[in-house]
C-alpha cells in the first residue's frame, strides 16, 4: 500500500508543474490536508512561485471532517497569495455555494465546474496567465460623480 492510498485526497498526475490537481475519494479528513494537500501546495508554490489548484469533488466524495474544513480555511487564508487560480470541480451544492460566497475574497481568478465539465475545467486551469499591462491595482476608466456634486448649489 502506498502512501497516498490511505488518503482520501489523491493527487491526479498528467498535469503542468504549477498545477497542484486532486480529487476527494471518500471521507476527507485532517490528515488528508495535512499529509497530501498542504505539502503539494506548499512545494509547487517554492517550485513554480504561484499555484494553480484543480479539485474535483465529484462522485467518490463521501464528506468532510471539521478538522478538513478548518485546515481548508487556514490554507487559503495563510498562502492566500500562492494561488494563481482555483478551479473547484463538483456537483455538491454546499460546495458550490460556499466557494461561490468566499471566492470574491480571493485575490486570484476562482471558478466552480460541474462535473460533467471537468474537461473545461482542466483547460482553464492549465491555460497560461495573461500578463497584466501596467501596475497592479484598479483601472479606473469612469468616475463616479462625488455626493457632493449632485447638491443643488446655493442660493
Not at 460546495?95 to 465539465?117: N, S, Y
Request: charged fraction near 25%; hydrophobic fraction near 50%.
Amino acid at each position: 500500500m502506498t502512501d497516498q492510498a490511505k488518503h482520501a485526497l489523491e493527487i491526479l498526475p498528467g498535469y503542468p508543474a504549477d498545477v497542484v490537481a486532486i480529487e476527494a475519494v471518500g471521507h476527507v479528513t485532517r490528515a488528508d490536508y495535512e499529509e497530501v494537500l498542504i505539502p503539494a501546495v506548499l512545494a509547487t508554490a517554492k517550485a513554480e512561485g504561484k499555484v494553480k489548484l484543480l479539485y474535483l469533488i465529484g462522485a467518490r466524495f463521501a464528506g468532510l471532517s471539521l478538522g478538513a474544513a478548518w485546515d481548508d480555511a487556514k490554507l487559503g487564508l495563510l498562502h492566500m497569495g500562492d494561488f494563481a487560480r482555483v478551479a473547484v470541480v463538483s456537483d455538491v451544492d454546499w460546495i458550490r455555494v460556499g466557494l461561490k460566497m468566499f471566492a470574491p475574497f480571493m485575490p486570484c481568478p476562482v471558478h466552480v465546474f460541474h462535473t460533467a465539465e471537468l474537461a473545461a475545467a482542466k483547460d482553464w486551469i492549465t491555460a497560461a496567465d495573461v500578463p497584466r499591462k501596467g501596475r497592479p491595482g484598479v483601472d479606473v476608466t469612469h468616475k463616479l460623480p462625488l455626493a457632493e456634486d449632485k447638491m443643488p448649489p446655493n442660493p
